[in-house]
């Protein structure tokens, strides 16, 4: 399965989330992470300390890519028309995240527009979640399903124990952190939407 998580906004944890699918579909098969983005988050987070699946950049990732059964591919905020659509004719799936405030949603609904237009799959993620009594996640929740729009049921729990994981260069699963198995259902949860 070839998965690849775009969005026209920054910081909406694409780069947290291709890791961590890439780190759940790891325990079910090869996988590899082609990290797209500029910022080389997820070879950086590698190298800090060290992830369970293997990780390319684009160069690499044309001849690695037979090898692996599942590939994520992180990719660089806002992608244009054309690069959308080699995403999405390159793939199985798109995941689109996006954080549960009006900007970020704006961007959402601005892609799945295109993505729409280019008769992708794609799903949507609710990332960084804020905790009760925020009502933002259960609001953006709504709308989106309103709109009638694909979503994960799994949502990702805003937690610092995320940014300790990007620190210690591991998935959130391997910090030794109480909030580090909550943190890791969230992911897991999306991982087995993904493959069931
Ligand atoms: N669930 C989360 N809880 C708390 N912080 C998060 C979460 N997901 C991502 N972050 C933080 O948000 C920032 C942006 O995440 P990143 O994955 O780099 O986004 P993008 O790739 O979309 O720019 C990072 O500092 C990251 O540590
Ligand atoms: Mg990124």
């Not at 804020?130 to 994960?152: D, H, T, V, Y």
């Not at 049921?153 to 995320?162: C, D, E, P, Q, S």
Request: proline content about 6%; hydrophobic content about 45%; overall charge positive.
């Amino acid at each position: 399965m070839i998965i690849t998580v775009a969005a026209f906004k920054g910081g909406v944890a694409k780069s947290i989330t291709a890791l961590h699918l890439a780190t759940y579909l790891q325990t079910n098969a090869d996988t590899l992470l082609v990290d797209g983005d500029l910022n080389r988050s997820a070879l950086d987070w590698s190298n800090r300390g060290s992830l369970p699946f293997k990780v390319a950049d684009q160069d690499d990732a044309v001849s690695l890519a037979p090898l692996y059964e599942h590939i994520v591919i992180d990719t660089p905020t806002k992608p244009n028309f054309e690069e959308l659509k080699s995403i999405a004719k390159g793939c199985d799936l798109v995941i689109v995240p996006t954080t549960p405030d009006a900007i970020a949603l704006a961007a959402t609904m601005q892609m799945v527009e295109l993505l729409r237009e280019l008769k992708a799959n794609y799903r949507i993620l609710l990332t960084i979640i804020p905790p009760i009594p925020n009502k933002s996640g259960k609001e953006a929740r709504l709308a989106l399903k309103n709109a009638k729009l694909p979503i994960f049921k799994t949502g990702i729990k805003r937690l610092a124990v995320f940014q300790r994981a990007a620190l210690e260069g591991v998935p959130v699963n391997a910090v030794n952190d109480p909030k580090a198995q909550v943190a890791w259902r969230c992911y897991a949860g999306v991982g087995k939407e993904i493959l069931s």
